[in-house]
């Protein structure tokens, strides 16, 4: 975790917030003195028409959401999935970064934050928070952990399985074609899945290590939940402050490898946003800073973020409707459905391993120089799929990336 400590050498810090800027910087493209701006405003009704009938979006689900832009936009459904999947059956698409939230878990049986009536936020009574972000916030947790720690008891990771769609992501690395996946999920399925620790950047941290709040101090991750899960509170044994999971709250830095997006977004050739209301700050704009020719695949169960205004970006595409649903679609145009059931198959029969007992090679301190070139990945079978399953990453994949993780995996 990037922690300000003064005997380090500065980092970049980056810390996470609630609320989204979206609206305050698409107003400011749209309007805004920069070439962008202007070049909206001289836009024509021909090209604005052509941009119309190049945007690109299905799904039933708009039906329910009455917001204006999902009405202009539901009127021009072409098929997005089908567009992109051609793309990448063309060999366009050889660099594909994936953003994700929590909707890519909800499969798995772990509830998102803002889905109505089932989201995490519409059933916080328990807790007796005075609003529903402060079970994430830093300042009320250290007044009063207690709220954080009984949520914290439902999210551990260890009843959940990952679904289809992680494994669709892992097949894009099998495929040789994932960049990178930055999550914004702290159940780490993605890591148990088999996507390999150098091809995933989990931006809000995990539950696999574990810190003092005050003074950083590393705590052992096992003894935080043995803790936790029996109701206690871990103790820092160098400040006796309260020690938590190094999932990251509202009003603390991001991991180190959050600025691997500084490579990746501008080398990416397809950027698939997936099961997020994008709005957490700063990953929320990540998806902005991709360049705008390269294109752009929404799969939500509503528009989102720059999705939400009309027209769309012209390299734009939105698939809407339930997320598991639209990947196996996605997976079956790509031909790739027998080979993400065969890998589900071949895991399932595997007892996956606790995420806290694994290598810790996702080390959030001190990857920023680690991560794989881009293009020097090679596409595998699936067959070493079961191998990499005692370590949550796929040693047939990736082995040297993994052995390089491995290595320098210590540190917190
Ligand atoms: P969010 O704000 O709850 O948004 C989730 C999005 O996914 C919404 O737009 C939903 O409509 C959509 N969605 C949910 N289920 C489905 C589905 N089955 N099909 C299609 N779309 C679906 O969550 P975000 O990820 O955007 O917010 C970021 C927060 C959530 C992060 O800080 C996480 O730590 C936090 N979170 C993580 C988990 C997890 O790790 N699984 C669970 C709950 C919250």
């Not at 909206?40 to 917001?67: C, I």
């Not at 509202?250 to 997936?274: C, H, S, V, W």
């Not at 399932?348 to 996702?362: A, F, G, N, Q, R």
Request: hydrophobic share 35%; net charge neutral.
């Amino acid at each position: 975790m990037n922690r300000s400590r003064s005997s380090q050498p500065p980092v970049p810090r980056v810390t996470r917030s609630a609320g989204s800027r979206l609206t305050e910087l698409a107003e400011r493209l749209d309007s805004g003195p920069g070439p962008y701006g202007k070049q909206r405003r001289k836009q024509t009704d021909s090209a604005l028409a052509q941009d119309l009938s190049q945007m690109s979006m299905s799904g039933q689900d708009t039906l329910n959401n009455s917001s204006p832009s999902a009405s202009a936009v539901k009127s021009s459904s072409r098929g997005g999935l089908a567009s992109v999947a051609r793309l990448v059956k063309l060999g366009r698409c050889k660099n594909v970064v994936v953003v994700a939230g929590a909707g890519v878990s909800t499969a798995s049986g772990i509830p998102d934050f803002r889905t109505p009536g089932t989201g995490l936020y519409a059933n916080l009574e328990k807790y007796n928070i005075p609003y529903p972000e402060a079970i994430f916030n830093i300042d009320y947790f250290s007044n009063d952990p207690q709220p954080f720690f009984s949520l914290a008891k439902a999210l551990y990771p260890g009843s959940h399985r990952p679904n289809y769609i992680h494994y669709f992501i892992r097949m894009l690395h099998h495929k040789g074609l994932l960049l990178r996946v930055y999550t914004q999920n702290i159940d780490g399925l993605e890591r148990l899945c088999g996507i390999p620790d150098d091809k995933l950047v989990e931006a809000h941290g995990s539950f696999a290590t574990a810190a003092c709040h005050l003074c950083y101090t590393a705590y052992p991750a096992e003894e935080a939940k043995q803790a936790i899960m029996n109701d206690k509170l871990p103790i820092c044994t160098f400040c006796a402050a309260t020690v938590k999971p190094d999932v990251v709250f509202f009003g603390e830095d991001l991991p180190q490898r959050y600025f691997l997006n500084t490579q990746d977004f501008p080398k990416a050739d397809l950027l698939i946003i997936m099961g997020t209301s994008l709005q957490i700050e700063p990953f929320a704009s990540l998806v902005n800073t991709i360049r705008s020719t390269v294109p752009r695949l929404l799969l939500n169960r509503n528009a989102v973020g720059p999705f939400e205004k009309v027209p769309l970006r012209r390299a734009d595409h939105m698939e809407l409707g339930d997320l598991e649903e639209t990947v196996r679609r996605f997976a079956e145009m790509l031909g790739w459905n027998d080979d993400i059931e065969d890998l589900m198959r071949s895991q399932e029969t595997l007892s996956l391993p606790t995420l806290i007992s694994s290598p810790l090679s996702v080390d959030q301190t001190s990857c920023q120089s680690r991560g794989t070139p881009a293009g020097t990945e090679t596409s595998r079978s699936r067959a070493g799929g079961q191998r990499g399953a005692s370590s949550g990453s796929e040693e047939t994949d990736s082995e040297t990336d993994s052995k390089s993780s491995a290595s320098s995996s210590q540190s917190t």
